[in-house]
């Protein structure tokens, strides 16, 4: 009699090659993005204090673009700095960043605009008359050389 071993084997082998391929597909989740992030931030950063939200994220082939949203643990999402970062997964399946930069709202604000009572930063008018004490259209120390001089 004949044994169907083989045949059997190789419809195993090939049931386990596309399960193992299909795998590789289930890692394209926010949440495999999320802890690519936490897991590199973390080598440099106590992530325990953090909350990290994974805003948006675009998948082609091995790199992945995604903006990130880091929120003091307890804070609300727009008191939060958002990156932008490009992904790349690895051969051992996971996500590691390739890249980053600041988006546009950093700092939780948009258009680069400073948060609710933060003072205000260079460049603006000294409080009257401390400018004309001073000479100066900035509000110097005492004593500090005129700018431009």
Not at 139 to 149: I, K, M, S, V, Y
């Amino acid at each position: 009699m004949k044994s169907n071993f083989p045949r059997s084997f190789a419809a195993f082998l090939a049931i386990s090659a596309l399960s193992l391929a299909g795998c590789a597909q289930k890692n394209d989740t926010p949440e495999a993005v999320k802890q690519g992030v936490v897991r590199d931030l973390a080598k440099k950063f106590d992530m325990s204090k953090m909350d990290v939200i994974v805003d948006s994220v675009s998948f082609r082939d091995k790199e992945a673009d995604a903006t990130v949203t880091f929120v003091v643990k307890g804070g609300s999402a727009s008191q939060g700095m958002s990156m932008k970062y490009v992904m790349e997964r690895h051969d051992d399946n996971q996500w590691y960043i390739k890249s980053r930069s600041s988006s546009p709202e950093a700092g939780g604000a948009a258009g680069g605009a400073m948060p609710a009572g933060h003072p205000a930063m260079g460049g603006t008018a000294p409080a009257a008359g401390a400018a004309a004490a001073s000479g100066s259209k900035f509000n110097l120390p005492p004593g500090h050389p005129e700018l431009g001089q």
